[in-house]
């Protein structure tokens, strides 16, 4: 059964800290996908990783994936308060049309 | 460019009862998947539909179905609702194979 973990499953943080959110994944996969959700609403794409290595940043979010270690990492450098969301790392099943298989969820609190 | 667009946005129904949960794909795709997120839960696959056949399914019992549609758009039928169905329901459009899935809004179904 293919799993996908997260931690931590609860963040709270401090505005202008930095830390790091892992996500782990028990199937071959070249392919993935950082969401993010705000309470009652959908899902927002972060970043598409498609590569071993690949590393990708936007403001003060950056993610990158080793495939090899079946990781991914988002790390948030100086936190905002406007960064409080769950977040939601994905996985894309090979030879399956694309099917996606989420994490748990990282709810994150930032305080000011 | 049109989004990925669901309707209702919320419904409330009764145990054993049926329900239909319609989406509309964004323009050029031609791929839908559709997952439930459970309260507190990372959302999970249920199927994907591609040229109007199932391509896919999640560990979702029989009871739900789905359907997609010449232009596209899709439905997705829960026969015998139970209490374990009420959730937000979300469709992504993407276009077949590894490409990043966009969703929609969601349906949030609640059942008493």
């Known amino acids: 059964e293919l799993k996908v973990e997260q931690n931590p499953l609860f963040l709270s943080m401090q505005e202008g800290k930095n830390y790091t959110i892992y996500c782990n994944y028990s199937?071959?996969?070249?392919?993935l996908y950082w969401y993010r959700q705000d309470p009652g609403k959908s899902l927002e794409s972060l970043f598409v990783l498609l590569s071993n290595g690949a590393v990708k940043q936007e403001g003060r979010l950056m993610a990158s994936l080793d495939t090899k270690a079946r990781l991914s990492t988002l790390h948030i450098t100086a936190a905002v308060h406007d960064l409080s969301a769950t977040y939601f790392c994905a996985v894309s099943v090979p030879n399956t049309g694309n099917q996606f298989y989420f994490g748990t969820g990282t709810s994150l609190t930032v305080i000011p | 460019e049109t989004g990925v667009t669901q309707s209702p946005t919320h419904l409330i129904k009764t145990r054993g009862q049926q329900v239909t949960l319609r989406c509309s794909s964004q323009?050029?795709?031609?791929?839908v998947s559709w997952y439930q997120q459970a309260l507190g839960q990372g959302p999970q696959f249920i199927f994907q539909y591609y040229r109007e056949e199932e391509n896919g399914r999640g560990n979702f019992p029989p009871r739900f179905s789905g359907l997609q549609f010449p232009n596209y758009s899709s439905e997705l039928n829960v026969n015998a609702l139970e209490l374990d169905d009420s959730a937000l329901y979300l469709c992504a459009s993407s276009l077949y194979g590894p490409y990043e899935q966009y969703f929609g809004p969601g349906t949030r179904l609640t059942v008493t």
């Open positions: 323009s050029g795709h031609n791929t």
């Open positions: 199937t071959t996969s070249d392919r």
